[in-house]
């Protein structure tokens, strides 16, 4: 199959970021999607074929970039937001690789993904982990051999380079959320791959830090709620909670204190 790609001019910049990875910078910088979209290619040195995580936006450009790097044959979606996902059928119509997805609308012509499944792809193998919270469809992909064998994991939106993860509430839930920090925790010394934002170099001390903040969160809405009184709407919580929040960021602000309430209300049924 042939295809046209950007000239080494336009072509956008492939980025080094684990032994095993490489990824380019997608052009869809934003308050939610930080400096935007890390679309990586997962391939052994050796190999000439890739897999993609994470397409990003409908660019022809980047997505153009993405193909022509390496055959790919293989293209893995962590999550169903666009930022993740709008190009993933374009590329699959470039490359004519597979898209695999847990949510099957997000699958063209490959098959759903299950928790745990082992795949084996451009060299490399890649564990796939139901990590739901921010979506209730979220996936990370532990890369067992990266990293001189202390692993690396690719997030998603789970964890991310800088800042905290929006709960995509109801969708998305707190409870799902610790659960799948307590499964990241298991990968320590794994370096982190995030969809947005720079590498990290320590799952277990990065999962420890996210779950130290949400639970210092909760105690805030918690209190809120006593001292206000009553059954407080969500932006009267909002207000109380994150008084200094950006606009840009107030609605996920609001969508995570929805799911923290969601969260107190289910704790408060269980202890009647």
């Known amino acids: 199959m042939t295809f046209s790609s950007p000239t080494p001019a336009d072509a956008p910049a492939v ?9 380019i ?5 934003g308050p939610m999607s930080l400096d935007g979209t890390n679309s990586y290619l997962i391939s052994h040195p050796d190999s000439h074929e890739a897999v993609v995580v994470d397409p990003g936006p ?7 970039a ?47 993904l299950n ?5 084996e792809a451009g060299g490399v193998g890649i564990t796939v982990i139901a990590t739901p919270g921010h979506t209730s469809d979220s996936a990370s992909f532990h890369l067992p051999a990266d990293n001189a064998g202390m692993g690396s994991v690719l997030t998603g939106d789970t964890i991310l380079g800088r800042g905290t993860t929006v709960l995509d509430h109801p ?24 969809a947005h934002g720079a590498v990290l170099p320590d799952i277990a001390a990065i999962t420890a830090a996210y779950k130290a903040h949400r639970l210092e969160r ?51 049924a269980r202890q009647a």
């Open 15 to 23: 980025q080094r970021s684990s032994a095993l990875t490489e990824f």
């Open 25 to 29: 910078l997608a052009p869809n910088p």
């Open 58 to 64: 409908l660019d022809e450009a980047h997505l153009q």
């Open 66 to 112: 993405l193909a022509s790097h390496a055959r790919v044959v293989l293209i893995l979606i962590t999550h169903r937001h666009p930022d993740h996902t709008e190009g993933a059928r374009r590329l699959h119509e470039i490359t004519q690789a597979p898209v695999r997805a847990v949510e099957p609308l997000h699958c063209h012509g490959g098959e759903p």
């Open 115 to 119: 928790h745990g499944e082992r795949i």
């Open 171 to 194: 969708d998305g839930t707190l409870a799902d959320y610790l659960a799948s920090l307590e499964t990241l925790s298991a990968f320590a010394g794994s370096m982190v791959l995030p």
């Open 218 to 268: 909760l105690a805030q809405v918690r209190m809120a709620v006593e001292s206000l009184g009553g059954t407080p709407d969500v932006g009267t919580v909002t207000d109380a909670v994150y008084a200094d929040v950006d606009p840009s960021v107030r609605r996920a602000a609001e969508l995570s204190v929805a799911a923290q309430l969601a969260y107190l209300r289910a704790q408060a």
